[in-house]
C-alpha cells in the first residue's frame, strides 16, 4: 500500500506541472506568451499549491484513510478534464477582445480563466501531506517518508516538465492534454479505492470519469477561436497557428493574434508592412544594382512573405529560411505561395543555422518577432558579430524592431549593441505602423549614396516597383541615431525588462487606441 502511495504522489507531481505548462499554452494562444503571462501562471499556480498543502495536511490529520486521499484526486482529476471545456467559451470572447483591443474584457477574461484553476491545482497540492500522513506509521521515519514522498512528487513533476511539451500537446492537442491528464489522475485514483477499498467501491466511482469525459464530448472542442475568415488552426510544439482570409489577402497570425507574420496574395506583393522593407538593404552602399544582391538569409522566415518578394525583385537568387517551427513552413507551402525552387527553408533556430552555415550573404534580414519580444540570442553582441562574419563586403543586416509611440528604448539598446560590431547604422519608422527598420553595414555608407541609387534604379525601367517603393519609404521615414545606451551581450541582455516596462507604461499612458 505504501508504494502504490509512492505511485499515486508521482502521478499527482506529474499531473501538476502538465497542467501548468498546458496551461500556458492554453492561455498563450490568446494572451500571448510574455513574461507577464507566463509570472502571472506561475505565481498564482504556486498561491493555488501553497492554499492545497495547508488544507492537505490539515485534512490528512481527521481523515487519515486512504479513501480520503483517492477522493481528492478523483475530484481534481475530473476538475482538470473539464477545464478546457469551462475555458473555451471565456476564452473565445477574450480572443475578440483582443482583436478589438478592448483591454478591461482581455484582463476580465484572464482572471476569470485563472480563477478556473484554483479547485484542481489546490485539489493537487493536498495530495502529497495526506500520503505523508498515511505513510507514517511511527515518528522515527518521518523525516525519510517525508524525503521520499517529496522526492517521488518531485521527480513526478520533472516528467511533467517534459511530456506535455515534447509529447503530449504536439501529438493530442491542448485540449486532450487536459483530458489525458485528468482521466490518468482518476485511473490511479480508481485503482487505489479498488486497493484500498475493494473493486466494488472503485466500480462505484467509476461513474465520474464517465460523466467527465461526456461532458467535454458535448461541450467541449470545436475550433480554438472564431475569427472571421479563419480557413485554417492547428497547434504546434511552438505556437498557435491560425490562417485567415479577408478580401482576397491570406494572413498567418501567431498565438495571440496580435501581429501579421505573413501576407499572401495571388497578384499582389505590396502589404504596406515590414516585409518589403527588407529589400532596400543593400542600396547604402555606393553604385548597387539588383544584380548586386547574390544571397539572402531570412531569420524569422515565417511563411516566406519577403522570400517571395525577393524572389521577385532580385530574381530566383539563393534564399536561406530559418524558421524554428516546422508546421508554419508547411503552413506557407500550403496556403502561403512558399514553392519557390530557390528558397532553401530550414526548421531551426535562426542563430544555430547561421553558426552552422558556410554561406555568405548580401542581406541577413532578422523577422523573429514573438510579440512583444525578440529572442533574446538574437540582440546581443555575439550574435550580430557571428552575423557580421556572414556578410560579403556589401552586405547588410536589418531587423524588425518594435516601439510604443513614445518609447524608442529596445530601438536605442538595439542600435546601440549594433554600432560595437558595424562602423555604419541607419534607422526608419514604417509609417502608421510600431515597426522601426535597422540597418547595419559591414563598411561605412551613407544616406547620400542610398538616395544615388534609388534615382538611378527609378530610372531602369526593369526595376521593380516594389523595391523602388520600398528604398522611398527608407528615404521619408528615416531617423536620427539614438543616443547611446545599453549593449546586449550573452552575459546581459534584459531584453524582457525593456520590453516589459515599454508595454506596461504603454498600457497604462491610455495610447493603446492607435493599434485600432
Known amino acids: 500500500m505504501r508504494r502504490y502511495l509512492y505511485f499515486a504522489v508521482f502521478t499527482s507531481g506529474l499531473v501538476t506541472l502538465t497542467v501548468e505548462l498546458t496551461a500556458s499554452r492554453l492561455l498563450g494562444s490568446y494572451f500571448g506568451s510574455s513574461n507577464l ?20 495536511g490539515r485534512l490528512g490529520d481527521r481523515q487519515p484513510y486512504e479513501r480520503t486521499l483517492y477522493s481528492v484526486m478523483l475530484a481534481g482529476g475530473a476538475l482538470v478534464t473539464l477545464v478546457p471545456t469551462a475555458a473555451l467559451p471565456i476564452l473565445r470572447a477574450a480572443a475578440n477582445a483582443f482583436d478589438q483591443l478592448q483591454m478591461g ?27 505523508v500522513r498515511l505513510a507514517i506509521t511511527t515518528p522515527l521515519e518521518a523525516g525519510r517518508i517525508s524525503g521520499r514522498v517529496s522526492s517521488m512528487s518531485t521527480f513526478g513533476s520533472f516528467i511533467g516538465t517534459f511530456l506535455p511539451v515534447l509529447v503530449l500537446i504536439p501529438v493530442l492537442g491542448t485540449e486532450m492534454t487536459f483530458v489525458a491528464s485528468g482521466l490518468a489522475l482518476m485511473a490511479v485514483a480508481l485503482i487505489g479505492f479498488g486497493i484500498s477499498q475493494g473493486w466494488r467501491t472503485a466500480a462505484v466511482w467509476s461513474w465520474i470519469p464517465l460523466v467527465t469525459v461526456g461532458l467535454f464530448l458535448a461541450l467541449g472542442g470545436g475550433p480554438f477561436k472564431v475569427t472571421p475568415g479563419q480557413v485554417y488552426e492547428i497547434e504546434s510544439a511552438y505556437n498557435y497557428i491560425e490562417v485567415v482570409e479577408l478580401d482576397g489577402y491570406t494572413m498567418l497570425r501567431l498565438n495571440d493574434g496580435q501581429g501579421v507574420h505573413s501576407m499572401y496574395h495571388p497578384t499582389d506583393l505590396d502589404y504596406d508592412g515590414p516585409w518589403e522593407q527588407f529589400l532596400a538593404a543593400s542600396f547604402f552602399f555606393p553604385d548597387m544594382q539588383t544584380e548586386d544582391v547574390e544571397r539572402i538569409a531570412i531569420i524569422g522566415l515565417a511563411a516566406g512573405t519577403t522570400a517571395r518578394q525577393a524572389t521577385a525583385v532580385f530574381g530566383s537568387i539563393p534564399i536561406d529560411g530559418y524558421e524554428i517551427d516546422p ?53 546581443t553582441q555575439e550574435f550580430f558579430l557571428l552575423v557580421r562574419d556572414h556578410l560579403t563586403e556589401t552586405g547588410t543586416v536589418v531587423i524588425n524592431v518594435g516601439r510604443a509611440p513614445e518609447d524608442r528604448s529596445l530601438i536605442d539598446a538595439m542600435v546601440t549593441t549594433l554600432q ?48 523602388l517603393d520600398a528604398m522611398a519609404l527608407v528615404i521619408v521615414n528615416q531617423q536620427p541615431l539614438p543616443e547611446p545606451s545599453i549593449v546586449f551581450t550573452d552575459d546581459k541582455a534584459p531584453v524582457e525588462w525593456v520590453v516589459n516596462r515599454m508595454v506596461l507604461e504603454f498600457m497604462l499612458s491610455g495610447d493603446i487606441e492607435v493599434l485600432r
Not at 37 to 56: D, E, K, N, Q, R
Request: charge should be negative; proline fraction near 6%.
Open 37 to 56: 503571462v507566463w509570472a502571472s501562471i506561475i505565481g498564482l499556480m504556486l498561491i493555488y499549491l501553497t492554499f492545497g498543502y495547508t488544507l492537505g
Open 327 to 379: 508546421e508554419i513552413i508547411a503552413v506557407g507551402r500550403r496556403y502561403f505561395g512558399m514553392t519557390m525552387e530557390n528558397l532553401n527553408a530550414y526548421a531551426m533556430d535562426g542563430r544555430w543555422g547561421l553558426y552552422t552555415s558556410d554561406e555568405l550573404y548580401s542581406i541577413i534580414a532578422i523577422d523573429a518577432y514573438r510579440p512583444p519580444y525578440i529572442p533574446w540570442h538574437l540582440t
Open 105 to 131: 474584457d482581455l484582463l476580465g477574461s484572464f482572471v476569470v480563466v485563472m480563477v478556473l484553476f484554483i479547485l484542481p491545482i489546490t485539489l493537487l497540492g493536498m495530495v502529497s501531506p495526506i500520503a
Open 420 to 467: 560595437t560590431v558595424f562602423p555604419s547604422v541607419h534607422v526608419m519608422d514604417i509609417p502608421y505602423t510600431l515597426n522601426t527598420m535597422v540597418y547595419a553595414t559591414v563598411s561605412e555608407t551613407g544616406m547620400d549614396d542610398f538616395i544615388q541609387n534609388y534615382l538611378e534604379l527609378q530610372a531602369d525601367p526593369t526595376t521593380h516597383p516594389l523595391l
